[in-house]
């Protein structure tokens, strides 16, 4: 039985993060949820994190994430510090998430194969309708005086009326 769940979306611009997720929690061939949050602030707000993939492997990374964060202070650093030892700890690389980390400057998708990709046009997505979340975002982004949050939601509501597993039930956080 195959579990999809969520698509995030992340958009940097004019020195504003907006991170977008949908709720769609996907089991086999049934919709088992509408409105998963999967999107939080965290280091007392200044941070904006998602993740794609099951709650308890998102959740584990996000408290990791943060106490990296508390332990360097930079969110560059941090993230690097987690993808090695995401990578590297026998536990945790059987989690099976994906990660965006974001703030006004840095805006970052973490895997369990120890990726740490800042993207080139501050757009990031992850999960099942992530490429469809992306390229509205992008055509938006582009073609469009819409603001980081504006993009966010508009691109993840065309990701809903394309993927199967993502929804309108769009959950934006903002910086």
Request: with cysteine; charged share 25%; net charge neutral.
């Amino acid at each position: 039985m195959k579990i999809r769940s969520t698509t995030i979306l992340a958009v940097r611009k004019d020195g504003k993060l907006a991170v977008a997720g949908d709720g769609q929690v996907t089991v086999d061939k049934t919709i088992m949820k509408h409105g998963a949050h999967k999107v939080r602030r965290v280091a007392g707000g200044k941070v904006i994190a998602g993740f794609a993939g099951s709650a308890a492997d998102g959740m584990t990374l996000l408290e990791k994430f943060e106490g990296k964060l508390n332990e360097f202070k930079d969110i560059t650093r941090a993230s690097v510090e987690l993808a090695k030892e995401w990578r590297q700890d026998r536990a945790l690389r059987r989690l099976e998430a994906l990660l965006i980390v974001g703030n006004a400057e840095h805006l970052l998708v973490l895997s369990g194969t120890g990726d740490v990709i800042e993207p080139d046009e501050g757009i990031a997505a992850i999960g099942s309708g992530g490429p469809y979340a992306q390229a509205a975002a992008a055509a938006l982004l582009r073609n469009t005086n819409l603001s980081a949050e504006e993009i966010a939601r508009k691109a993840l509501e065309i990701a809903g009326e394309i993927c199967i597993y993502t929804n309108d039930k769009v959950d934006v956080v903002t910086l």
